[in-house]
């Protein structure tokens, strides 16, 4: 991936949102799956440029409106969306932050 084009050459930080936050998701904005999403991000993955758009790889635990935890799973989501749906103050505590 050329890191010029990329805004994303930070595995750590796509966009607004971190690791540990939790971002709402429209069904028109990620693939494999139904109905709108609720994810704790884990991980972030590569990008994906599609025909429709640039696509970011993720890895979360989907959770319900009450922020249980349904099931962890992989998800291809819009990278535009990421810029509005993230929820920082849901972010869970870095390793490395200060308590």
């Known amino acids: 991936m050329n890191p010029i084009f990329s805004p994303f050459a930070d595995l750590q930080?796509?966009?607004p949102a971190s690791l540990g936050d939790v971002i709402h998701?429209?069904?028109e904005d990620?693939?494999?799956g139904r109905g709108p999403l609720?994810?704790?991000?884990t991980y972030v993955g590569e990008t994906q440029v599609e025909r429709d758009g640039v696509w970011?790889?993720?890895?979360g635990v989907q959770l319900?409106?009450?922020?249980?935890?349904v099931k962890a799973r992989w998800v291809l989501v819009r990278v535009t969306t990421l810029h509005t749906t993230a929820v920082p103050s849901q972010r869970l505590p870095d390793s490395h932050d200060q308590p």
């Open 13 to 15: 930080r796509f966009g």
């Open 25 to 27: 998701v429209r069904p």
């Open 64 to 69: 319900r409106v009450d922020e249980t935890a």
């Open 56 to 59: 970011r790889h993720l890895y």
């Open 38 to 41: 609720l994810l704790r991000v």
């Open 30 to 32: 990620y693939r494999t």
